[in-house]
């Protein structure tokens, strides 16, 4: 097992791990997609709550939470979490655009 005080992609190496020691993902893996997106917007309703209430430890949690159901989420899909950031950062590490009302809008 791999060292917890590492980078990124050790971490969703071991979130993997965890995903198929309790039977969420792989082979003997009972979760699926439509549990998982669920469990996903779940975890976006508690992060908005964190956010609301101006909790830093519930938003970390939240934050967190929601990385831990994406990751299970495309290593159902047979994906790569960490591929998939490289392949959205590939696409906005070059796009322009402005910020309106809070939000960044990108240029058409």
Do not use: P
């Amino acid at each position: 097992m791999k060292d917890i005080n590492t980078d990124s992609s050790d971490l969703a190496f071991l979130v993997r791990h965890w995903g198929r020691t309790n039977q969420i993902t792989g082979q003997d893996g009972q979760g699926t997609i439509s549990g998982q997106y669920r469990k996903l917007l779940e975890e976006v309703g508690e992060l908005g709550q964190a956010l609301m209430e101006d909790d830093a430890c519930e938003t970390i949690d939240a934050v967190g939470d929601c990385a831990v159901v994406l990751i299970l989420l495309a290593d159902m899909k047979g994906l790569r979490f960490e591929e998939c950031l490289r392949d959205a950062y590939d696409v906005i590490k070059t796009r322009k655009g402005r910020m309106e009302d809070g939000v960044f809008v990108k240029d058409a």
